[in-house]
């Protein structure tokens, strides 16, 4: 088992690999990997992120095949299913690092922004349920003055949703909180920068 400082350098590491353009996992060569970790797995950290094409987990962090447990969803929103997840890979695979990754201009947000801003009757449900969840996190710090577009609000806005989403993970789950008190699990939160490529980790370190 990787304990959770060692599993969150890796991630450093690795996110500073990809942002300097020297990742080391991309290409060819994953038959070895592949055939040693059919058997089972044993990722080191959990990482609920985002659904958005521009932030798959793996690469962000130049890691292979077997090295995390990726949940994404738009929004990176924690809801049952999400939960159920975590705690199945806490649980069954030792991972003991769990990040929340959000990451600059998320659509999700700014879906939630322009709903609170001009609440409109035609969103969908599935994606009414994931703006519901966006919702609280971001609510308090909507200033009528301010318009969806506002950069600064916008940056605000995805950080408080991954504050939100460690909150639910922290105290959502008896599962999980019984790891974190007694099993050294570590919830912590980041956030991806699109244009740079760098993950800045925020809550919880
Ligand atoms: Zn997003």
Redesign the pocket.
């Known amino acids: 088992m990787i304990a959770a400082a060692e599993a969150l350098e890796r991630l450093r590491d690795g996110n500073r690999r990809f942002a300097a353009d020297v990742s080391t996992h991309a290409g060819t060569g994953f038959r070895t990997r592949r055939l040693e970790t059919a058997p089972n797995q044993e990722p080191f950290a959990v990482i609920l992120g985002?659904a958005?094409s521009r932030v798959p987990a793996e690469i962000v962090f130049d890691q292979g095949l077997g090295d995390l447990f990726v949940i994404r969803v738009?929004?990176n929103i924690v809801a049952p299913s999400q939960i159920g997840s975590v705690e199945f890979a806490a649980e069954r695979t030792g991972a003991r690092l769990v990040v929340v990754l959000g990451?600059s201009r998320?659509?999700?947000i700014l879906a939630t922004l322009e709903e609170l801003a001009r609440p409109s009757k035609e969103q969908s449900r599935g994606l009414r349920s994931i703006v519901e969840r966006v919702r609280p996190a971001i609510e308090p710090i909507l200033l009528s003055q301010i318009t969806p577009t506002d950069d600064a609000l916008i940056r605000r806005a995805v950080r408080a949703n991954v504050t939100a989403s460690v909150g639910h993970l922290r105290h959502g789950s008896e599962i999980l909180e019984r790891l974190i008190q007694t099993d050294g699990l570590v919830i912590v939160g980041a956030e991806y920068c699109l244009e740079t490529g760098v993950v800045e980790f925020f809550d919880g370190i």
Request: overall charge negative.
């Open positions: 985002c958005d738009a929004g990451h998320c659509g999700a």
